[in-house]
């Protein structure tokens, strides 16, 4: 703006000095007139003599001194606004619109099915572009969704394995227990026996009395059998109908017959036991000749209550072997939770790349470079478009010498090409940190020895005045060319 009134102004005062030039010209030109027809007349001699003197044939000098005169003035009054101009504005022709182009690709490879938009369209950010074929990415997602329900159910059968065994550790456990404190009390009364059949014939009376107390035991011990066989076997066929339906392990069916053999050979040995105080009763009322085998009888039952005992004591092994199964079964289980977390990654990662078959736009703006169609085979990364979105920017190349007083936020004056008769505003907005030439694929290495000094451009940005540009949105683009002028301070 100030150049251009400092040319107006020049202008004008060149036009009232030419005016008064011109004006001088003409009263001369008209002397010099009459003058030169006096001397075509017959009377020229006479014209001829007083010519030298005449004052008037200096006048052509005259005029030429004061033309160059008025041309000097002219001039230096130009040059004095150019240089204040130029001593306030930095000026550079080597600019260029700039603005973001946001390049549009897939993330994933895929079949295009449908292309949505048009060069040039106007399109909002989030909009869909581009759908590639779903199908491949939708199967994955169906296959990711049947493994986790897969991974759910075995970590549910894993769990119900685990209840199951802990609550059977827990009941063999206690028979168990109970087994060998009925063998420890089968011993005691065995020896017992024993030294009652010792005793001999006084102590017969005593023996019979024994054995009449020993019968109500005996009975007992048959009620107590009979229960542990009837809980032996309902487990047994529990165990059997589990086993059947693939729910447990043989070695858990195994133990349940073992149990109910130890159960069934229990109420045999208590039904013997009662035998055995009824025939002790017999004996020890028929006298002293059956002491004897009174006595044999009771070391017989000495040994076989002993081995009920170690045959509890296999049995409380067992279930101490149950407890340890029961932890494998937690290890199982806390594998198939890991399994679970597997999967539903798997689902997660199935389903982000079922999303990525519609490619949006990231920001508001118009389509440009667009080389899709329907059915093109794409890879990820493969560029597919752009959008130009509206904000706009000038980068201004300056010479290195221009920037000693440039600072941002100056205003600026831009001209574009595609508008060469109106004039935008701006402002300096920042300074590049570098050279152009440092940005460049292959920068100069100023040491290899072949150094030539070279005036280096400078990027500049500057931003448009909103105001300045209004009506004008839509037609700038980058790419466009621009002259800019910067007042300095």
Do not use: C
């Not at 165990?239 to 073992?258: E, H, S, V």
């Not at 289980?333 to 790349?353: G, P, R, T, V």
């Not at 890879?379 to 597919?384: D, I, M």
């Not at 030539?452 to 209004?470: A, E, L």
């Amino acid at each position: 703006m100030e150049r251009s009134n400092a040319t107006n102004l020049n202008n004008n005062n060149g036009h009232s000095n030419t005016a008064v030039l011109e004006k001088e010209l003409v009263t001369n030109l008209e002397e010099l007139k009459t003058h030169t027809q006096a001397v075509a007349t017959p009377e020229a001699p006479e014209v001829e003599k007083q010519q030298p003197s005449s004052p008037k044939g200096k006048k052509p000098i005259k005029l030429i001194l004061a033309a160059l005169g008025v041309g000097a003035v002219a001039a230096s009054g130009f040059g004095f606004r150019w240089w204040q101009y130029a001593s306030t504005h930095q000026e550079t022709d080597n600019a260029q619109v700039a603005g973001h182009v946001h390049q549009i690709s897939s993330r994933i490879p895929g079949t295009v099915a449908q292309v949505l938009v048009n060069d040039n369209q106007l399109v909002k950010q989030g909009q869909l572009l581009v759908k590639l074929d779903p199908q491949d990415y939708q199967s994955k997602v169906q296959q990711t969704q049947a493994a986790l329900a897969n991974a759910k159910a075995q970590a549910e059968a894993a769990q119900a394995n685990i209840a199951l065994t802990s609550q059977t550790s827990k009941a063999q456990t206690n028979q168990a227990q109970g087994n060998v404190s009925a063998a420890i009390a089968a011993i005691s009364t065995a020896q017992a026996a024993v030294q009652e059949a010792k005793a001999g014939i006084p102590t017969a009376q005593a023996q019979v009395r024994s054995a009449q107390a020993a019968v109500p035991a005996a009975q007992a011990q048959v009620a107590q059998a009979e229960a542990n066989l009837q809980k032996a076997q309902a487990d047994y066929n529990r165990y059997q109908t589990l086993y059947q339906q693939g729910a447990i392990a043989r070695q858990q069916l195994d133990t349940a017959k073992a149990a109910y053999d130890v159960a069934q050979a229990q109420k045999n040995a208590a039904v013997q036991g009662v035998q055995q105080a009824q025939a002790q009763l017999a004996a020890a009322k028929q006298g002293v000749a059956k002491a004897q085998s009174q006595l044999a009888q009771a070391q017989e039952g000495v040994a076989s209550a002993q081995a009920k005992l170690a045959a509890s004591q296999g049995g409380l092994q067992q279930a101490t072997a149950t407890k340890q199964d029961t932890a494998v079964k937690r290890s199982q289980y806390d594998a198939a939770k890991a399994a679970i977390s597997q999967a539903q990654a798997s689902l997660n990662d199935a389903q982000l790349q079922l999303s990525y078959t519609n490619i949006t736009a990231p920001s508001s703006g118009r389509v440009g470079k667009k080389n899709v169609e329907v059915g093109n085979r794409v890879q990820a990364g493969t560029p597919l478009m752009a959008i130009i979105d509206n904000e706009n920017w000038i980068v201004a190349n300056f010479k290195e010498t221009q920037l000693e007083n440039m600072k941002p936020g100056e205003p600026v004056e831009i001209k574009l090409d595609a508008f060469p008769h109106h004039t935008f505003e701006g402002r300096v907005d920042s300074i590049s940190p570098a050279s152009g030439a440092q940005f460049a694929l292959l920068p100069p290495d100023n040491a290899t020895g072949n150094f030539t000094k070279i005036v280096q451009r400078i990027p500049v940005k500057i931003v448009f005045d909103q105001n300045s540009i209004k009506g004008y949105e839509s037609q700038i683009v980058p790419g466009m060319s621009a002259e800019v002028s910067v007042k300095v301070k």
